[in-house]
Each structure stands twice: as structure tokens, then as C-alpha cells.
């Protein structure tokens, strides 16, 4: 019996000794992989964990703040964006595995300003899903909304209340920030404490995730810095600030070895802080209308891969599992992409695929959009030149008013160019879910290059009427 007792021990030490090479056998691949990626995406730094049947190795590079020379490591915070949905849909798993919260239940059962309308009828469940009706936009609007007060998540979450969603609940998947703000505010009630005491003590402690926190408002220095684009450089954006509003849909703060503990636990098929069913279900397609998307977790293949990213103004994460493989990593980079210039998606997606393995097709499209930013870039300046041009021709303007065809040449450039401010302003921020300030934050060179062509539109084609229909002198 003892003899059985020692050679069971001993192939328990091989085993973690098999499991921690086959998790090393990713990071040098990664390495290699970041040895070209990471130079060119101008970011100043980043940090990755890879997660094998538990065993984890990771990495880190660069610098925390740009300039700073203080190194980031894998155990440094970063905002996680939207992966932090996937800790706010486990807190919830948690309060309906200890029957204080049902799937099904309509929210107005548990937030009373939810009342006997429309949104009163919305389910957890499609809240989870982002089913609720409640679109991009809404979701993303608020962003700016921050008062600084204590209840500014349950003051955000009245405001949406009473705005109802855009859509009939339960008839589309439409992925919003508003779902799980909502979500964060059940927490609070349900359990009579604040979203980020009940996550760090349910969640982050727990697990051991001793580099983690929840965003409360307060500065942090020990978090990595993100930095937004400034055409060809980064620029860093509020060092250390958090924020309490968005905290369930996007304000976790985790370092990459704590990542990997916490995707550790979503994988090993144990009963530990969530039930193995409990997670499971978080995986799998949460309704027909979402088949792509479980508790918190986007789904490829039904559920064979789960993942998810997270963008703040100025870091971009990512986080995937393949959870029949107990297999994970988790990519951290405190610097927003660029619209086509020193664009950062290659580091996550392509972290992501290295480690599982798969071939990475390279950053599909930037060639397109670096031309959109260029064209943006150079329309002010033909503007500015063109306006310089009709100060000096004021002859051959003043002529065009004497016939038909002329002063429809005069005219229809301010129309055109109104509706060019229409384009820039308000429809592609709308193409990015957000509005025109919010796309300032993320991509503030672009977003003023915007205001600055629609404005100069307007001036060359008002100065351009004002001149024709001037007197000679």
C-alpha cells in the first residue's frame, strides 16, 4: 500500500511536470510572435498568460506609462474592458444558484423602477443575453454620465429604466452596455451590498487574484496606463482613474497571472465558487435569438471556444478558453488601435492564436481603413486650399450667379457639404455603436479630423455664396 501511495505521488509530480511543459511549449511561439507584432503596433506595453489543465506561464513587455521606464509584468493591472462582463454574469450565477435570483424572473421584481412597463418585463436571462431590447447605442451613450457619487451605477440604471429599450425584448441580440449595468444594480440590491465589495469578495479573493480589483472611482497608479491614438503616437489617457458607472459592464481591473487563475476556474469542471453546471450553462447559447453568445461569454461552435474582448479608451484586451481543451489565454494591452495607423488588434488576436495553435491571417482591412484615415487627414488641408482659392477668384464666383447652371454650382456645395456633416458626425459614430463624443475618447485624432472636415466644409461653402452675391469693390 505504501509503495502504491509513493508511486502515485510520483505521477502526480509528472504529470504537472507534463502539464507545465505543455503550457511552456506556447510562450515561445508567443515570444516569437511578438518579436515583430509588438514593435509595430506602437503600443507601449503589454502582457499575456496562457493557461494549460491549470499550469500557467506568461509574459510581459514594454512599459507601463509611455517615456516611464517602469516596466509592465505579468502582474500588473489593466482595465479589462468587456471580459468584465463575464465576472458580473458569474456574481449573478452565483445569487440564482443561492435562490435569490431567478433566470426567468422579470427585472421589475428586483429593481422596483423598473415598474409595469416594457423594460419591467425583461428577464435576467436576456439581460445575460443581451436580448433585452436595449441596443449598442444606449448602451454606450451614457459613457460620459458619470456624476462621481456613490450611486452613480444605480442613478444610470433609473435613467435607462425610464428611456425603455429601443426593441421589443426577446426579439433580437443586440450587445449593450446597458444589460449589464442593469445586471451590476441586481447585484447591489439583491445582496444589500455595493457591485465592487461583493466581486472582490466573492470573486477576486476566493481565487486568489491578489492583483485584481473592481473600479470604484478612485485612482489606482499601480494600474497599467491606456493610451489613445494621436495620429502617428500614443498619448496617455487619466493614469490611473477609474470608474464607478460601468463598472459591471466594463470596469474590472486584473493583472494577466490573476486572468489566468480566474480562467483556470471557468475550466476545471468543479464545484468551487459557481457550480460546474453553473458554469457550464455560462457557455453554452443562452437563447435561439443569441446563439453566439452565452452569460458573458461570446461562443464559437456552440460553445467549443468562449471568448471575449474588452476596449476602454486607450486599452484593448483579450480573453479565450477552450474549455474541452482546459486551455486559455488571456492578452493585455494598455494602448488603443488606431484608425488604420499603429492599430494594437494584431497583439490580442494574434496572441490568442498563437496559442491555440492556429494559423493568424494578419490584420485583415487596415490597408482600407489607413486610406479612410489619410482621406480624413488630407481634407481639411483641400479645404483650407480651396477656401484660399475662392477669396482669390472672387470675379469668377460673383459671374457664376447670372445663370441657371451657375448658382446651381453655387448652392449645392453647401448642401452637399451639410450633408457630408451629417455623414461625419453623427452616421459613423453611429457605425461605431457610440456617439461623436464618446468616439473622441477612443479615437481622438480621427474624431477631431472629423469635426474638422465637416466645419471647413461648411465654411468653404458659405464663403463661397457670400462672396458671389457680395458687391465689387
Not at 447591489?188 to 457591485?195: A, I, K, L, Q, R
Request: net charge neutral.
Amino acid at each position: 500500500m505504501g509503495v502504491w501511495k509513493q508511486g502515485a505521488a510520483w505521477l502526480g509530480v509528472l504529470l504537472a511536470l507534463l502539464l507545465g511543459v505543455q503550457a511552456q511549449a506556447q510562450v515561445p511561439l508567443i515570444e516569437t510572435y511578438l518579436d515583430d507584432a509588438f514593435p509595430a503596433s506602437g503600443a507601449p506595453g503589454m502582457a499575456y498568460a496562457v493557461v494549460k489543465d491549470g499550469a500557467v506561464q506568461s509574459g510581459a513587455r514594454g512599459e507601463v506609462l509611455l517615456g516611464s521606464g517602469e516596466a509592465v509584468t505579468p502582474d500588473t493591472p489593466f482595465l479589462l474592458g468587456s471580459i468584465s462582463k463575464s465576472f458580473t454574469a458569474l456574481a449573478v450565477m452565483q445569487i440564482v444558484e443561492a435562490g435569490e435570483v431567478e433566470l426567468d424572473a422579470p427585472i421589475s421584481r428586483y429593481l422596483t423602477e423598473f415598474g409595469d412597463g416594457p423594460a419591467g418585463a425583461i428577464t435576467i436571462r436576456q439581460l445575460l443575453s443581451h436580448t433585452s431590447g436595449y441596443s449598442t447605442l444606449q448602451g454606450n451613450d451614457r459613457h460620459l454620465d458619470r456624476t462621481g457619487s456613490a450611486d452613480e451605477l444605480a442613478q444610470s440604471v433609473a435613467r435607462s429604466a425610464q428611456a425603455g429599450p429601443d426593441h421589443a425584448p426577446g426579439t433580437r441580440y443586440e450587445y449593450s452596455n446597458a444589460n449589464y449595468r442593469m445586471l451590476g444594480r441586481v447585484v447591489e440590491v439583491v445582496t444589500g451590498s455595493d457591485f465592487a465589495t461583493y466581486v472582490e469578495t466573492n470573486i477576486l479573493q476566493p481565487l486568489g487574484m491578489a492583483n485584481s480589483f473592481v473600479s470604484d472611482g478612485q485612482d489606482h497608479p499601480q494600474m497599467a496606463t491606456g493610451h489613445t491614438p494621436w495620429f502617428w503616437s500614443k498619448r496617455a489617457f487619466e493614469p490611473g482613474r477609474t470608474h464607478r458607472i460601468n463598472a459591471p459592464a466594463g470596469g474590472i481591473v486584473a493583472s494577466a497571472n490573476d486572468m489566468a487563475l480566474y480562467l483556470a476556474m471557468m475550466m476545471n469542471g468543479e464545484d468551487d465558487i459557481l457550480s460546474a453546471k453553473g458554469k457550464a450553462m455560462m457557455m453554452r447559447p443562452a437563447s435561439p435569438v443569441s446563439p453566439g453568445y452565452g452569460f458573458g461569454w461570446m461562443l464559437i461552435a456552440g460553445g467549443e471556444t468562449a471568448y471575449h474582448t474588452g476596449t476602454s479608451p486607450g486599452v484593448e484586451t483579450q480573453a479565450s478558453m477552450a474549455p474541452g481543451e482546459r486551455l486559455g489565454v488571456i492578452a493585455l494591452v494598455n494602448s488603443g488601435s488606431g484608425f488604420g495607423v499603429a492599430e494594437t488588434h494584431p497583439l490580442t488576436a494574434g496572441v490568442a492564436a498563437t496559442a491555440f495553435g492556429l494559423p493568424y491571417e494578419g490584420n485583415s482591412g487596415q490597408m482600407a481603413r489607413f486610406s479612410l484615415f489619410a482621406m480624413l487627414l488630407l481634407a481639411p488641408l483641400l479645404l483650407v486650399a480651396c477656401i484660399g482659392w475662392a477669396l482669390k477668384h472672387r470675379a469668377v464666383l460673383r459671374a457664376k450667379r447670372k445663370g441657371r447652371a451657375g448658382r446651381f454650382s453655387l448652392w449645392f456645395p453647401l448642401a452637399a457639404m451639410a450633408g457630408v456633416a451629417v455623414i461625419l458626425l453623427l452616421v459613423v459614430p453611429g457605425l461605431f455603436g457610440v456617439p461623436l463624443r464618446t468616439l473622441l475618447i477612443y479615437l481622438p485624432d480621427a474624431g477631431l479630423l472629423m469635426i474638422a472636415t465637416a466645419a471647413l466644409g461648411l465654411i468653404w461653402a458659405a464663403a463661397r455664396l457670400a462672396i458671389a452675391y457680395s458687391r465689387a469693390r
